[in-house]
């Protein structure tokens, strides 16, 4: 059986990327590879998780505030979540100490609606 072929496309948009690309190739970039440093990906993951990891956190917060306000909690129960809690904010801020970032760095800004952590 012989190679399929679909059809070709010819668009301004696919001749602007081949121009593109064919100008990165000149620079000495190899088309198809991302100039990114190692260091920068880990940090930008790092900061994503660390960001999603303390909304969890404050959800989880004000889950036990809830809780803790309406009683349904014994003495023992409220002691080991308040524990729990400071720990996870403990750890929270290592990591973000560990990979060099600030508090602020740890927000998410949405815009219009402001910003959520």
Excluded at 4 to 22: H, I, L, N, T, Y
Excluded at 48 to 73: D, F, N, P, Y
Aim: charged share 30%; net charge negative.
């Amino acid at each position: 059986m012989g190679a399929v072929e679909g059809p070709a496309v010819d668009s301004r948009a696919m001749s602007e990327f081949a121009r593109v690309m064919e100008a990165r190739a000149g620079l000495g970039v190899r088309p198809g590879r991302l100039n990114v440093k190692q260091d920068d990906v880990k940090n930008g993951l790092g900061q994503l998780v660390l960001t999603l990891v303390k909304l969890l956190h404050e959800l989880l917060e004000k889950q036990a505030l809830q809780r803790i306000e309406a009683g349904s909690l014994t003495e023992t129960e409220i002691e080991r979540l308040g524990i729990t809690l400071m720990r996870q904010a403990q750890e929270i801020d290592r990591l973000r100490r560990a990979f060099n970032l600030e508090d602020e760095d740890l927000t998410i800004d949405l815009g219009p609606l402001g910003r959520l952590l």
